[in-house]
């Protein structure tokens, strides 16, 4: 979307996830992989049923103004497509997830967009996060099968 929260998100935002028929306000729940500084792999998620403003690092480090660029761009999203302001008063909250949130952690410099990819999958899924950095070569062989299926599995 944008590497700081003051960066303009009209462009840079809609190139990022784009303008589809998709109406993400019928949704529980906006998935965005998040790289930062080409150098690393982080989740955003703006939980719409919940009303908050998610973000997963499995190194555990800080969204560094993340969220609030994913505040703005569902403002922008919303006054887009619905021709109105939204309102993200106190009923929005944001939340970085910590080792504390037992969120599965990275322990190399390399599986980064793994962590990523799955923690988003899992979600999707309601799935428990139990995986660790030992599961991540099987989970490559799964995503790599995955791939060539053109399908998930379970």
């Not at 306000?25 to 998620?45: A, C, E, K, M, Y």
């Not at 993200?88 to 190399?108: F, H, K, M």
């Not at 410099?109 to 799935?127: H, I, K, Q």
Request: glycine share 10%; proline share 3%.
């Amino acid at each position: 979307l944008a590497e700081s929260p003051t960066e303009d998100s009209s462009s840079v935002g809609r190139g990022a996830l784009g303008r589809s028929a998709v109406d993400l306000f019928s949704r529980d729940l906006g998935i965005v992989p998040i790289n930062q500084g080409n150098s690393h792999w982080t989740l955003g998620l703006i939980n719409l049923r919940q009303k908050r403003f998610e973000f997963i690092d499995s190194m555990h480090g800080s969204d560094g103004g993340r969220l609030a660029v994913l505040r703005r761009y569902l403002k922008d999203e919303h006054q887009d497509k619905k021709g109105a302001p939204l309102d993200l008063g106190e009923d929005w909250v944001d939340i970085s997830y910590t080792a504390a949130d037992g969120t599965p952690r990275q322990t190399n410099g390399f599986d980064c967009g793994m962590f990523m990819s799955r923690t988003a999958e899992y979600l999707v899924r309601d799935a428990v996060l139990d995986f660790t950095q030992a599961d991540m070569p099987n989970l490559r062989r799964r995503m790599v099968f995955e791939l060539s299926q053109k399908a998930l599995t379970d």
